[in-house]
């Protein structure tokens, strides 16, 4: 087996893990035009030369350093997260200079230098890249710059030091099996706000609208800094008519209420539990950092520790291995090469295309919830603004480049628009299960609330949309900021991959999905059904029988040019009820049979056999055709491997566990289990 290579974390050894057949696939889309956008980062690195820099009437050379960082504060750091410094070297002098040398120390273990060959004229400058430096306790820690040449004339600001406050961080090897991150329109039991409590008063960072609004059908998880706290919290929120059976409590003492960003990532393992992500957060707030694995101690889910500086706001991911952020996800982890990050991405998070974009706001905080949102695995909303907007460019270029990409359903993104003239934060709205929360801010008037509801109601039929009133929202900090969904842990899944667009005519369509319940699931039975509709017909339901490990219905007659609408219904011993999509008869799946020769054997199995199996090697297909598709997927239905006419199919780098093999040909599709060992 081919072993992957894993970050080396300074105080851990890890044991190898085989790398998933999705490393060799993960995409990483940059395919930018960089020149439409304006990076919001103040530090270029080397060899970018800035002139018209200070100068002194000295004769002679004087490199100084003025500033010294890292790649995301000058102020904070994390156990065990490797953090890169930058320092700012000046020429003040009248001479040029070039051959010296950058050191840099924490006066322990850390000591490192780089020679510069690059010239500095006079009242030149530039940033230079020190070697990383990974924290190996918590505490104050002072790191200390220093440029030195031959020829230098001044020496008294030749240093430059900064205190560097290390918080903690848990790092951990990543899951143990495939995993997926949830999606925020997946099903969830609630929502996680903050709350601060001063003697009587509560402060919440968020309206009672949208505590309301969340209690009414879900549960609300407060995380608060101790059981008194709750209780006062309680107190106010039963005056406030809020059911306390609907409540619960985290107990962590936090900074700020920004939960989104600091708060617990999922996933769901291949044996359908959810476990818990933990990473170290962005901003220097280490209470918050540490709301991931409170909550996962204090509900009983297995917690890992993410060795990459994120942050919620900049995260949101389609649920079948699809994840989108600004670029800063790269630049505040400089220290990992491209293919260590993208191991990251894929073992912890089960990320394996990530669409990394510059932030079109060109704002300060680079969240990508602050101009766009995913819908649903092919739909996403980006912000659009007035042309005389600075950023009216850089959002459309934004809307242009979803609008090329494939989405997980195999089609191109549906981009849906929401207006906002005066930067209203319209995309940084809240999914809850069925319901849509908008943040609505009164003081920046009220001309077109109507009409970003209208957007969202047009992108998302089925859905309650609900504008949600508050003074203090603000257009990079709104509603979706400061609420953070969970995930159900039984959720009933229905995984399908949707037939859509035209196809070719065939007189009969097999439609297949593999239906599951998350937890704890033994002895959970499910009923699937098939609702579809053909033209102007009347809907008709049929049973979805399972066969193997799939549920399977087949739509019988019909004809060239017919539409096809069709959704799929599952319920559970336990009370659970999904659809796919997940509106159900409020937005089924549409496909068209163009006319032409039908082809009456498309559900019919195809013929094929498979050998070694179990294996671990290669897999030998058996096969009459000369023309076909293989599609490895694993039991979470993440396609990870495809490809066409090889009949030698190379496995060397799946790890252990079960897939499924699907061949299609002609218009006839066979599936087979694979066991890899």
């Known amino acids: 087996m081919k072993l992957l290579k894993l970050v080396t974390l300074s105080f851990l050894v890890y044991i190898s893990i085989p790398l998933f057949a999705q490393e060799n696939q993960s995409s990483i889309n940059r395919d930018w035009d960089n020149s439409t956008f304006t990076y919001n980062q103040d530090i270029k690195c080397y060899p970018f030369v800035y002139q018209n820099g200070p100068k002194s009437n000295l004769t002679g050379e004087d490199l100084g350093i003025s500033e010294l960082t890292t790649h995301y504060s000058a102020t ?69 710059a220093t440029v030195s040449n031959s020829g230098d004339v001044v020496t008294s600001n030749n240093s430059k030091s900064t205190t560097i406050t290390v918080a903690q961080f848990t790092a951990t090897a990543p899951p143990t099996t495939t995993v997926r991150s949830i999606a925020e329109f997946e099903p969830q039991r609630g929502a996680l706000i903050r709350a601060s409590v001063s003697g009587s008063s509560v402060t919440f960072g968020v309206p009672l609208q949208l505590i309301q609004e969340i209690a009414e059908d879900d549960t609300l998880y407060i995380v608060c800094a101790n059981q008194t706290a709750a209780n006062t919290i309680q107190n106010y929120l039963t005056i406030n008519s809020i059911l306390a059976s609907h409540i619960k409590y985290i107990f962590n003492a936090t900074n700020s209420h920004w939960t989104r960003d600091y708060g617990p990532w999922f996933v769901e393992n291949e044996t359908h539990q959810l476990e818990v992500i933990d990473f170290p957060y962005n901003r220097n707030r280490p209470n918050d950092s540490q709301v991931p694995r409170a909550f996962a101690v204090s509900t009983g889910i297995p917690v890992y520790g993410m060795p990459l500086l994120h942050t919620g706001g900049n995260f949101m991911t389609d649920g079948m291995g699809v994840a989108a952020s600004c670029d800063l996800v790269t630049y505040e982890n400089s220290c990992y090469d491209q293919t260590e990050l993208d191991s990251i991405y894929l073992h912890y998070l089960g990320i394996d295309t990530y669409h990394q974009i510059p932030d079109p706001l060109n704002s300060y905080i680079q969240h990508i919830d ?94 309650e949309i609900i504008g949600v009133s508050y003074n203090d929202w603000y257009d990079t900090d709104a509603l979706h900021c400061r609420a953070m969904q969970l995930p159900e842990t039984d959720m009933l899944r229905i995984v399908h991959q949707p037939i859509m667009d035209s196809v070719p005519y065939q007189n009969s369509i097999t439609i297949v999905a593999t239906v599951y319940s998350l937890g704890n699931n033994s002895g959970i039975t499910q009923n699937v059904t098939l609702h579809y509709k053909v033209n102007q017909n009347d809907y008709l339901t049929i049973p979805m029988t399972l066969q193997s490990s799939q549920y399977e219905a087949v739509i019988n007659n019909l004809n060239p040019n017919d539409t096809v609408q069709y959704y799929i219904e599952a319920t559970n011993s336990n009370n659970k009820q999904e659809f796919h999509p997940y509106m159900g008869v409020s937005e089924p799946h549409q496909f068209y049979l163009r006319s032409g020769s039908a082809i009456s054997q498309w559900n019919q199995n195809l013929l094929f056999g498979i050998y070694p199996n179990p294996t671990h090697q290669n897999i030998y297909l058996e096969i009459a055709d000369d023309q076909f598709k293989v599609e490895i997927f694993t039991l979470l239905g993440q396609l990870i491997h495809s490809e066409q006419n090889n009949k030698t199919i190379n496995i060397e780098t799946l790890p252990s566990g079960t897939y499924f093999l699907k061949v299609t040909a002609q218009n006839k599709i066979g599936v087979k289990k694979v066991i890899v060992w």
């Open 370 to 463: 602050c101009w766009g949102k995913f819908l649903a695995p092919d739909k996403i909303m980006i912000l659009q603004v007035p042309s005389t907007n600075a950023n009216y460019t850089d959002l459309e270029n934004a809307a242009q480049y979803f609008a090329n990409q494939t989405s997980s359903y195999g089609n191109k993104y549906k981009v849906y628009r929401v207006y906002t003239p005066n930067n209203q934060p319209y995309t940084n709205s809240l999914i809850l299960n069925n319901k849509v929360l908008v943040p609505m801010n009164p003081t920046y008037g009220s001309s077109c609330y109507q009409a970003a509801l209208a957007s969202y109601q047009e992108a998302m039929p089925g859905y």
């Open 76 to 144: 904070f750091a994390y156990l065990s997260v490797p953090i890169a410094f930058y320092v700012k070297v000046n020429n003040y002098g009248s001479t040029p200079a070039s051959n010296f040398t950058l050191t840099i120390t924490d006066n322990s273990a850390y000591n490192q230098s780089i020679t510069v060959t690059t010239t500095l004229n006079a009242g030149e400058y530039t940033y230079f890249e020190l070697p990383c430096w990974t924290p190996t306790t918590t505490g104050n820690k002072t790191i200390t």
